[in-house]
């Protein structure tokens, strides 16, 4: 007998503790931990988005009766609200970052980065069952050890890379390298569930370069070794091509997007349209090469264009909560999400992301393309 399900199996995001990436230091004082990841931002935060977990030693701090936002013109928000911590509401609040820097003295990291200090075994030995996942270590002085109780728990402990604490370009370096074994894989996924009502057939299935539009981009795309689908509608009974029906109905673009990050929530999305026949290899190759993973998405905009072009896109991520969070206020716009949002752009000539949407534009691009 099958058993129940109450409710739907989903894809789930791949989170640690609070976040997608994040690396808890321990082994030392909250102070000098506090300042040495200030020291580490310093040196990298151009290079990523980051953020830091840790608790308050105020005693006298009571919870507001107020939510109070104080904004002010260069970006910066202070923020007094009631908030406790919840597992669910802060891994889509954390979710935005490229890495999580944890205060490990009182809060669980999935990674950790161990200070030695001979003054605080103690406090290790306390937490030894968090130590479960070390990238590297750091000496606090010259003669700061590894506890022997360590090397009973972890007997390969004293292989791993150690640092001096002064050392911060090596271990700026070093978590730079772990931030990239974090980036998300590249998946793509060409639109071809419009109804093509202007064009009067379906515009995934004209052939400009001797093939359906659609086979031509699929090929454009896996011969860059990406794993490539095709976003239809269900009734459009597509076979022998990997597909993703739309499960967000009548939505577009904006629903094809959401419905392949239901699927796949751990990848990029590449979006392009079958709509845009002059996109060739070395577009989709610039795309790549300047792609930003940091922001929400990196975006092909034409020189001439007041906005970029939301379906020749590498959607990230982190732009999954966002775009729900726009569809929640009744927005389908992907246009909407990139110009309001972080977004690298890439500027380009316009006569490459000309949309073919008639057939007299069909006619003019199909005799531009093969004269």
């Known amino acids: 007998m099958q058993k129940h399900r109450k409710h739907t199996k989903l894809s789930k995001r791949s989170f640690g503790n609070y976040a997608t990436n994040e690396i808890a230091i321990l082994g030392a004082k909250c102070t000098i931990i506090s300042?040495?990841?200030?020291?580490?931002?310093?040196?990298?935060?151009?290079?990523a988005k980051f953020?830091?977990?840790?608790?308050?030693?105020?005693?006298?701090?009571?919870?507001p009766k107020l939510d109070d936002f104080t904004f002010h013109s260069s970006g910066n928000l202070v923020k007094t609200s009631l908030t406790k911590m919840n597992r669910y509401n802060d891994k889509i609040l954390f979710s935005a970052y490229d890495l999580l820097f944890i205060n490990g003295n009182h809060y669980q990291g999935e990674q950790q980065i161990l200070i030695l200090d001979n003054e605080k075994e103690a406090s290790v030995l306390k937490r030894i069952d968090q130590l479960n996942n070390i990238q590297f270590i750091i000496k606090l002085n010259e003669d700061s050890k590894i506890f022997d109780f360590l090397v009973e728990k972890y007997p390969n402990i004293s292989n791993l890379k150690t640092y001096a604490i002064h050392e911060v370009d090596k271990i700026c370096q070093h978590i730079d390298n772990l931030m990239q074994q974090k980036i998300a894989p590249i998946k793509g996924l060409v639109l071809a569930g419009g109804k093509s009502l202007r064009m009067g057939t379906d515009k995934g299935l004209l052939e400009f370069h001797g093939k359906s539009q659609r086979n031509f981009t699929i090929e454009l795309l896996e011969n860059l070794n990406i794993k490539t689908f095709l976003s239809v509608r269900k009734e459009q009974n597509i076979k022998d091509i990997q597909i993703i029906e739309d499960v967000f109905l009548g939505l577009g673009p904006f629903g094809a997007i959401c419905s392949a990050f239901q699927q796949n929530p751990n990848t990029a999305w590449l979006v392009i349209a079958t709509d845009l026949p002059f996109v060739d290899e070395s577009i989709i190759q610039l795309l790549l090469q300047k792609r930003n993973p940091s922001k929400i998405a990196t975006a092909i905009q034409g020189n001439s264009k007041q906005f970029p072009e939301p379906l020749i896109t590498i959607?990230?991520?982190?732009?999954?909560?966002?775009?729900?969070?726009?569809?929640?206020?009744?927005?389908?716009?992907?246009?909407?999400?990139l110009i309001n949002n972080d977004v690298e752009i890439i500027k380009i000539e316009d006569n490459f992301i000309r949309n073919i949407n008639t057939p007299d534009e069909f006619e003019a691009a199909h005799k531009e393309i093969n004269d």
Do not use: T
């Not at 953020?51 to 006298?60: C, M, P, R």
């Open 51 to 63: 953020a830091y977990l840790d608790a308050s030693h105020n005693k006298e701090i009571i919870a």
């Open 315 to 337: 959607w990230e991520p982190k732009s999954y909560p966002i775009l729900l969070n726009y569809l929640a206020q009744g927005i389908s716009c992907p246009r909407k999400v």
């Open 35 to 47: 300042n040495f990841i200030q020291n580490i931002i310093k040196n990298i935060e151009k290079k």
